[in-house]
């Protein structure tokens, strides 16, 4: 079972004991609100980097400004890969040892992409709505004991998360620090990880 935009909606309108709607194309004072509180809380939950949203890219420098621009659903770079050499700035990539933002070629980059809610796995739906919730109640209801209530189903849904996070990862102790990078040089022979970054 999945987690629909109208289901989000819906939910915060049943916190005020408004009736569910039928669609968001509905003319509703709160329509707009929840929506956008929507996007808002999907970016700032998926900026964190999670086992489904972070990825290796292979970037190409534009032909003629030599400049990489960053994908549309570009969040962050991922900071586990390590890759110090280089920066975000703006929706253009900079090359941090140079000093320039010119390439003269592709680079493979981990990133933190940003997802549509419809496309995320069910637990980082429901974090997400969870997150939409609290804001929601906070906006609009003035009843400590519910916003009380809220907050800790958003504590609930986001240890599920994490823990589905370091299930899908392995990020625990034995994956960081000096035991990690051994590790990661018996998985990794010469130091290089699959997709040709090296591990350091």
């Known amino acids: 079972m999945f987690i629909t935009s109208l ?31 929507l996007q808002q809380a999907n970016a700032r939950v998926q900026a964190r980097g999670w086992w489904f949203n972070k990825e290796i ?17 570009f969040l962050s ?4 890969s390590a890759q110090l050499q280089y920066a975000a700035r703006g929706r253009r990539l900079y090359d941090l040892s140079a000093g ?9 980059l981990a990133i933190v992409r940003l997802l549509k809610f419809e ?23 003035a009843d400590e004991s519910r916003i009380k209530q809220v907050r800790a189903d958003y504590a609930l849904a ?4 994490n823990t589905e996070h ?25 130091g290089f990880h699959q997709s040709g970054l090296r591990v350091r």
């Open 119 to 141: 496309d995320l796995p069910y637990l980082a739906q429901d974090l997400v709505q969870s997150a939409v919730i609290v804001r929601f109640v906070e906006s609009y209801d």
């Open 57 to 73: 890219v292979t970037l190409q420098p534009d032909t003629e400004s030599a400049e990489i621009t960053l994908p549309p659903d």
């Open 7 to 37: 289901d989000v909606v819906n939910t915060c309108l049943a916190t005020l004991g408004e009736v569910p709607l039928n669609s968001l194309d509905t003319d509703h004072p709160y329509v707009s609100a929840a929506t956008k509180l």
């Open 166 to 190: 370091i299930r899908n990862s392995n990020s625990n102790l034995l994956g960081q620090g000096a035991a990690g990078y051994r590790r990661a040089k018996l998985r990794y022979p010469g």
């Open 158 to 161: 986001e240890r599920a998360c």
């Open 77 to 80: 770079l991922d900071t586990d």
């Open 100 to 108: 320039s933002y010119r390439f003269t070629d592709s680079v493979d």
